[in-house]
C-alpha cells in the first residue's frame, strides 16, 4: 500500500511537503483552472473563480526564481476569457497543444479530421437535450453535464455514442462529462516537461482535478516535484485536497512559506 496521496488535512505532512516545495532554488507552479481554480459550471463562460488562488498564482510569478502558470483543456482564447492573469503567469491551453506567445502547428490532415469528427458528434447532440459540442483549436468535444443532471442514464447512452466514433489516427480522451477528440499528441504532460525545462525549475508543483491531469501528474519526479489532486478518485499525486476552496489554502500557504524562505536566503 502506498503511503500517498496525502490528505491536506493531516497538517503536519501536508506542511513538510509544502516547506520542501517553498525551499526549492527555482519553483514552477501550475495550475489547472475548472475544477481546481474555479467551479465547474453548465455556463462554461460563468464559471466562478476563487480569488485567492488568483492572487496567489500572480504573486508567485511576482517573486525571484519562482513562475506561475494556468495549464487547460480550454483552447488559449477561452481560457483568457475567464482568466483574468497574464505575463508574467505563463498561459497553456488546449491540454497544453497551445502556449501563449508561441505558434502551434496546424494542417490540413487535422483540420478534416476534426471537420469530421465534428460532424458525427453534432449529429448525437441533435438527439438529446442539453448535449452539445464544443468546438476548439485542436479539439471537439461532446459536452453531456446538463443531460447527465436531469437524465444520467440518457447522458451515459450519449458519451458511449460519442466514444463509438472513430478517432483515426487521432486521438480520444474522457473527462467528466465529455469524450473529446484530438488533433494533437500534446498533453499536459508534455507542456509541462516542456516548459520545467524552459525556465530550469528545480521543483514544480502541478495542481489539477481531472483525468487529464494525471498525465501531468505521471511526469513529475515527486516528491521533489508535487502533484495536487483535487477531489476524490484514483491518483498518481502525491497531495489531496478536498475541493478548490483547499485549494486557495494551500497556494496561500506555498506562498507564504515560499516568501519566508526567499527573505531568510538573502
Ligand atoms: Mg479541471
Do not use: C
Amino acid at each position: 500500500m502506498s503511503d500517498f496521496p496525502i490528505d491536506f488535512r493531516e497538517s503536519a505532512k501536508a506542511e513538510e511537503l509544502i516547506d520542501k516545495l517553498a525551499s526549492t532554488p527555482r519553483l514552477f507552479v501550475i495550475s489547472d483552472y475548472d475544477g481546481t481554480l474555479a467551479h465547474h459550471s453548465t455556463d462554461i463562460y460563468g464559471v466562478e473563480v476563487n480569488h485567492d488562488s488568483i492572487d496567489a498564482l500572480g504573486a508567485f510569478a511576482q517573486l525571484p526564481d519562482t513562475f506561475a502558470a494556468a495549464l487547460s483543456g480550454r483552447h488559449l482564447d477561452g481560457l483568457k476569457q475567464v482568466f483574468p492573469l497574464r505575463d508574467p503567469v505563463m498561459l497553456g491551453g488546449s491540454h497544453g497543444a497551445e502556449t501563449e506567445g508561441e505558434e502551434t502547428p496546424f494542417d490540413e490532415d487535422m483540420q478534416r479530421f476534426l471537420e469530421r469528427v465534428g460532424g458525427e458528434l453534432e449529429a448525437i447532440a441533435a438527439d438529446y437535450e442539453g448535449v452539445f459540442v464544443e468546438s476548439k483549436p485542436f479539439h471537439r468535444g461532446l459536452h453531456v453535464k446538463a443531460l447527465a443532471e436531469r437524465n444520467p442514464q440518457q447522458a451515459e447512452e450519449a458519451l458511449e455514442r460519442g466514444r463509438a466514433v472513430d478517432p483515426g489516427e487521432y486521438f480520444l480522451t474522457e473527462g467528466k462529462n465529455i469524450v473529446e477528440f484530438s488533433a494533437t499528441t500534446a498533453t499536459k504532460g508534455k507542456w509541462i516537461d516542456a516548459e520545467r525545462q524552459a525556465v530550469d525549475a528545480t521543483a514544480v508543483v502541478f495542481l489539477g482535478d481531472d483525468v487529464t491531469d494525471e498525465q501531468g501528474f505521471d511526469v513529475l519526479n515527486q516528491p521533489t516535484d508535487l502533484g495536487v489532486k483535487v477531489g476524490a478518485g484514483a491518483t498518481a499525486a502525491y497531495l489531496r485536497v478536498a475541493d478548490i476552496d483547499e485549494v486557495a489554502t494551500f497556494l496561500q500557504a506555498l506562498l507564504t512559506a515560499r516568501q519566508n524562505f526567499l527573505a531568510a536566503r538573502q
